[in-house]
């Protein structure tokens, strides 16, 4: 891998202190160097072809245990708790409701559309008790197969939310689902997107494992779900290729603690906000 260890503008809240988050990079950076073993090819395309099985399967074992409720979004997005106009958002990849369900309770004023690729977890969001199609719909959508507009009207939205998404399509199909959702914005409408960054601790353990890398920076899990790790820079260009503005881009780092591992795990996401030209 050629590329230098990011070097973005720091947000006031990031909790890795400086001396330890060079530390952290310069040995990612090793490790996943070090990592030149990848996955045979008939692996490779059965994982791709395959993905919509995996996660359904993720879905079944899983139910709605695995993920919390995404309570922090509004606080990272301020556009998702502004009551003082109606606004229609997308959610793609919604799972099984972690982030439409508190966000509607906390905004009436806004209407979410959510699809999945799983069709198990858009039927666990439609048997909710909370799922109202006065305040949401949900759909079942392969970003990078089907057509967006098939469920909702061109140019109408206000928001995109991308959230831990976009790391599960291949780096190569990212194009087309970037453009699907470019059909359903409004002229300046804007895609709040937050991801699995390069370097993260969770792509240390993928190199580590010498067994799990389908590409640069692309990674199969036990269950065959996958996982892309992005670069600021490469996030940016992939969205403006297809006619997005930059609006804001960096480096998110955090510290977790496990503590029934009694271990520190330090975390690097990207969070962005692209816009569709007004």
């Not at 995404?70 to 606004?87: G, V």
């Not at 508190?102 to 999945?116: H, K, Q, R, T, V």
């Not at 109408?156 to 599960?168: E, G, K, N």
């Not at 260009?237 to 998110?252: H, K, L, M």
């Amino acid at each position: 891998m050629s590329e230098s260890p990011p070097q973005p503008e720091r947000r006031y809240d990031n909790s890795i202190e400086d001396g330890r988050l060079k530390k952290l990079i310069t040995r990612a950076k090793e490790v996943i160097e070090n990592d030149e073993k990848e996955v045979p090819e008939f692996w490779k395309m059965k994982y791709k072809k395959e993905a919509a099985k995996n996660w359904d399967l993720f879905y079944k074992r899983n139910t709605t245990k695995f993920f919390k409720d995404r309570h922090w979004t509004d606080r990272e997005f301020k556009e998702l708790a502004d009551r003082s106009k109606e606004q229609k958002c997308l959610e793609i990849g919604c799972g099984v409701g972690n982030f439409v369900f508190p966000l509607i309770a906390e905004n009436p004023s806004l209407f979410i559309y959510a699809c999945d690729f799983s069709k198990r977890a858009v039927d666990m969001v439609k048997s909710n008790e909370s799922y109202d199609e006065s305040r949401c719909k949900a759909f079942v959508c392969d970003l990078t197969a089907d057509n967006l507009t098939d469920n909702i009207p061109v140019h109408s939205l206000d928001l995109v939310s991308a959230i831990f998404v976009f790391s599960a399509i291949p780096p190569e199909k990212m194009k087309i689902a970037i453009k699907n959702i470019y059909s359903v914005l409004k002229p300046g409408g804007l895609v709040l997107f937050r991801d699995y960054g390069i370097y993260d601790e969770a792509q240390v353990k993928f190199s580590a494992a010498s067994d799990k890398r389908l590409d640069s920076n692309f990674y199969v899990r036990q269950d065959g779900t996958m996982s892309y790790f992005f670069s600021r820079e490469d996030l940016m260009s992939r969205f403006e290729a297809e006619g997005f503005n930059t609006v804001d881009c960096q480096y998110v780092y955090r510290e977790t603690i496990n503590r029934s591992m009694e271990k520190r795990i330090d975390r690097i996401f990207v969070q962005a906000k692209f816009q569709k030209s007004p």
